[in-house]
């Protein structure tokens, strides 16, 4: 017999990682996050990411931070 995976037998998948990732960040590692977010922003300047990747990126870390990851 075949068993549905975890993503497969709880639904939609974004809203599995969205419950997740909430349940697990706590206030006290959201400043860890966004040092991780800035560092990671840095190292891809220096590397030469384009501007846009760069703005990408720096909108989804700070929808993660501040709550909007559904938007």
Do not use: F, Q, W
């Given at each position: 017999?075949?068993?549905?995976?975890?993503?497969?037998?709880?639904?939609?998948?974004?809203?599995?990682?969205?419950?997740?990732?909430?349940?697990?960040?706590?206030?006290?590692?959201?400043?860890?996050?966004?040092?991780a977010?800035?560092?990671?922003?840095a190292?891809?300047?220096?590397?030469?990411?384009?501007?846009?990747?760069?703005?990408?990126?720096?909108?989804?870390?700070?929808?993660?931070?501040?709550?909007?990851?559904?938007?």
């Open positions: 017999m075949n068993h549905p995976g975890l993503y497969a037998a709880s639904g939609d998948k974004r809203a599995l990682y969205l419950t997740t990732l909430e349940r697990y960040i706590e206030a006290g590692s959201l400043p860890k996050l966004a040092s977010i800035l560092h990671s922003l190292l891809r300047s220096r590397a030469g990411d384009s501007r846009a990747s760069l703005r990408a990126t720096a909108v989804a870390g700070v929808a993660l931070l501040c709550g909007d990851a559904g938007s």
